[in-house]
């Protein structure tokens, strides 16, 4: 256990950091979109659609995401017709094959959140706002969003860290960010005690770093219970006490 | 419930007993099966009477794996050759490329036959027996790429002998590859090579195992693929591979390593001497040869 | 070869080796399960001690293996782990190495991977039972033993059951990352064929449909169990 291979390893592996946060921001940000889609979709009403839209989240929650990739990479490149397509530019490199997988695989696990918080909404809440005059859109905007939004954001703050450990599976598609280059040193030198500690340490301090910042935002758009903990007479005007 | 006894049974009392049972005995079952699975290994004899051989069995003709999981290839025969010499009884086991030689430190086998050069890295971990084939390396292309124009194809440059047209040969191949995507699988000699003579040209892809690289560069994710000339004589043998083609210089010797031999421990000195005069009386009688002819069509036994 | 015929039972089919790769992911998933339960029952042991060092020690347990990559776990028991068991092993005075086999590596990373989400499950479970009943059994008179026995374990069984059902379908699809070991499960399996072949996308599929059966009919399972465990338990 010398200092300097460790401190020469730990230098190696910062190199992967940029692919890694690539991965996982451009994973959540269009997992969330998709994870909205989806989870109105299921609550739509159309039955086909609402059909189409569980059985993309029974198999995307019940199988494991290395599959999906090997699928996505190997899978889909079987075929000529998709290897003449447009989308041979993308399919063709690892990093949007990667990316395509974990966005299909997070939106089946976002919109389940998404769900359960858009179920959350107190009917009466609704209805009150339907009493005033509102509806669709607004209705949407003014009401349902924000209380979904604060009733998912524990669980989905969560899903949003599983995807910094969820990117580690890229390396097996040859993406050189951190558990690729950990796994070249490893192939390298044998010394795999160490490698793991310093790639261990880097994902323990991103993951540390998301989750406050998860903390934070839910923070922020908590609003009403700050007001009510810094000021007790506010308590009474807290939505929550519906 | 309350009887004048004075015990009291608890209502689910038989439920809670059945989950505390059944709880008790799952403990025990995995602490059964996990001492029954980590079985210490016997100190070897020093005689060497049986001697256990691990292998990729994923690089034909090498070695490879036929239907039914059975080890099959050059080094296969060549190990049954050597160990009728020895006078000992061999078992050959498979194990993957990048966890090869980890498991022959951890005595999961006593020696490794897998098309592995001797490298001075490796020598830093490991031992090698004396040389038994040597293997050239080059790169592979799809027929209708256009690199399969690459110049000084069938020449061969032992980088050791021949550095400079070595490097005169690479630095006419360089232009034609600049920005394009290679592959090599990881751990090897191969990898090394592109790496050294390429680094900062071309998009190096490592890849866990020869079958994926071979994937990739039929599907056009690479635009070559760098391994063994033996390696890819047999692939372009088969069905599947009709569409790939040799191309450029063949290259051995230094980075690419000191020739193939067994892998040993290094404290196993007594069986390194005795896979050295086995390999010497199969060179001198000619067996080498034969077995090397026999899978790849070329004599590749060390002059 | 038509690809129903590849995945089939034929001569050239791979029906075989696909049901006993699916046989091998049930076994390895079921053995990491139960070294999660050992290493839950410690942890959440250890999280809910009196003592400050095993409450520490219970928190790093869970939050370093919660946020570490399952794969660099993996990675640290299959290249690195049979010279940390052999220095165990001589520290015991056990001579020679200890070998230890893909199967076992492969089930012991996710077992100790799993069983920091299984800390947390038994954590919540055994902070459920009503604190009257503890106090009840005191009361009472019970020794520890026997309350453990009695008292703790039912319930904690009982409230675990949803949590567990989690944690097994994550270990089961955790299992397709042991095939970077090279043990044949399901995955793996999929992968030679696939290579052999030259044709993935059915195997893939396959593999998919398989890894679906098992999910399904695990949670379809827990479902069963959980009924059965909460009759007559107020729900809210």
Not at chain 2, 228 to 252: L, M, Q
Request: charged content about 20%; overall charge positive; hydrophobic content about 50%.
């Amino acid at each position: 256990m010398e200092l300097a291979f460790l401190l020469d390893t730990t230098e190696r592996l910062l190199s992967g950091i940029p692919l890694l946060l690539q991965l996982w921001a451009l994973s959540v940000a269009a997992g969330v979109v998709l994870a909205i889609a989806i989870a109105l979709l299921r609550m739509s009403g159309v039955r086909p659609l609402e059909w189409a839209a569980s059985f993309y989240v029974f198999v995307f929650r019940g199988t494991p995401l290395l599959v999906q990739m090997f699928m996505i990479y190997y899978g889909l490149s079987q075929f000529p017709e998709i290897r003449q397509s447009f989308l041979w530019a993308f399919l063709r490199q690892p990093y949007w094959c990667a990316i395509l997988a974990f966005v299909l695989n997070t939106a089946a696990y976002g919109s389940e959140i998404v769900r359960g918080g858009l179920l959350a909404v107190p009917f009466g809440e609704v209805e009150a706002a339907r009493a005033c005059g509102m509806s669709g859109f607004v209705l949407f905007r003014r009401i349902i969003f924000p209380i979904a939004l604060r009733q998912a954001l524990p669980a989905y703050g969560n899903e949003i860290i599983l995807m910094v450990k969820a990117t580690s599976l890229a390396s097996i598609i040859t993406l050189m960010e951190v558990t690729g280059i950990a796994q070249r040193i490893i192939s390298e030198t044998f010394r795999a005690v160490e490698v793991f500690i310093c790639a261990g340490a880097i994902y323990l301090v991103i993951n540390f770093l998301i989750s406050r910042a998860v903390a934070a935002l839910e923070h922020h758009l908590s609003p009403h219970r700050r007001a009510a903990a810094d000021r007790p007479a506010l308590a009474v005007l807290s939505v929550d006490r519906a | 419930m309350h009887d004048r006894s004075g015990a009291w049974e608890r209502p689910g009392k038989e439920k809670g007993d059945q989950a505390m049972r059944f709880v008790v005995a799952l403990f025990w079952a995995v602490v059964a099966v996990a001492l029954a699975a980590v079985t210490p290994v016997e100190a070897q004899t020093k005689d060497w009477k049986k001697i256990r051989i691990g292998t990729e069995g994923a690089y034909a003709p090498w070695n490879f794996s036929e239907a039914g999981g059975k080890l099959s290839g050059f080094e296969i025969d060549l190990a049954n050759e050597l160990c009728k010499r020895m006078n000992a009884e061999c078992t050959i086991v498979a194990q993957d490329w990048d966890g090869i030689i980890p498991a022959l430190q951890s005595s999961k086998y006593d020696a490794i036959m897998a098309a592995m050069n001797i490298t001075d890295k490796r020598l830093e971990t490991i031992n090698f027996s004396s040389v038994y084939a040597a293997a050239p390396a080059s790169f592979a292309v799809l027929k209708s790429s256009p690199l399969a124009k690459m110049p000084g194809t069938g020449e061969v440059y032992p980088l050791a002998t021949k550095g400079a047209e070595a490097q005169k040969a690479i630095d006419a191949v360089k232009p034609m590859l600049k920005g394009k995507v290679v592959g090599a699988q990881v751990s090897t000699t191969n990898l090394a090579f592109v790496e050294k003579y390429f680094k900062d040209q071309v998009d190096i892809r490592s890849y866990k195992t020869t079958e994926q690289h071979d994937l990739d560069l039929t599907a056009g994710r690479l635009d070559a693929a760098f391994a063994a000339v033996t390696y890819w004589n047999d692939v372009i043998a088969k069905p599947e591979g009709k569409d790939i083609v040799i191309v450029g210089p063949a290259f051995s010797g230094e980075v690419l390593g000191r020739g193939v031999a067994a892998g040993l421990r290094k404290e196993d000195a007594e069986l390194k001497t005795k896979f050295d005069e086995a390999i010497k009386s199969a060179l001198a009688d000619g067996t080498i040869k034969a077995l090397s002819v026999k899978w790849f069509k070329v004599d590749i036994s060390p002059k | 070869m038509g690809s129903f015929y590849l995945v089939g039972f034929g001569a050239g089919g791979w029906g075989v080796e696909i049901i006993e790769a699916t046989l091998m992911t049930v076994a390895v998933s079921l053995c990491a399960f139960l070294f999660g339960m050992v290493f839950g029952t410690l942890g959440a042991w250890a999280k809910l001690s009196a003592s400050l060092i095993a409450r520490a020690l219970g928190d790093v347990y869970t939050t370093v293996l919660r946020g570490i990559p399952d794969l660099l776990v993996i990675y640290l028991l299959y290249f690195g782990g049979s010279t940390a068991l052999t220095a165990v092993g001589r520290a015991f005075g056990a001579e020679g190495f200890i070998g230890v086999n893909a199967f076992l590596t492969g089930a012991l990373a996710v077992g100790i991977v799993s069983g920091a989400y299984q800390t947390e499950v038994f954590r919540g479970a055994y902070l459920t039972i009503a604190r009257g009943e503890i106090e009840a059994a005191k009361a009472v008179g019970m020794r520890p033993l026997l309350m453990l026995h009695r008292i703790i374990v039912p319930q904690v069984v009982r409230f675990a059951l949803p949590g567990m059902g989690n944690v097994w379908q994550l270990v089961l699809k955790e299992s397709a990352l042991i095939s970077v070991t090279g043990l044949v499960e399901l995955l793996r399996q999929s992968q030679v064929a696939a290579g052999s072949t030259k044709r993935p996308f059915p195997f893939y599929i396959t593999a998919m449909a398989m890894y679906l059966v098992l999910t399904s009919a695990s949670s379809w399972l827990f479902r069963w169990s959980e009924t059965r465990a909460l009759r007559g338990v107020r729900r809210a």
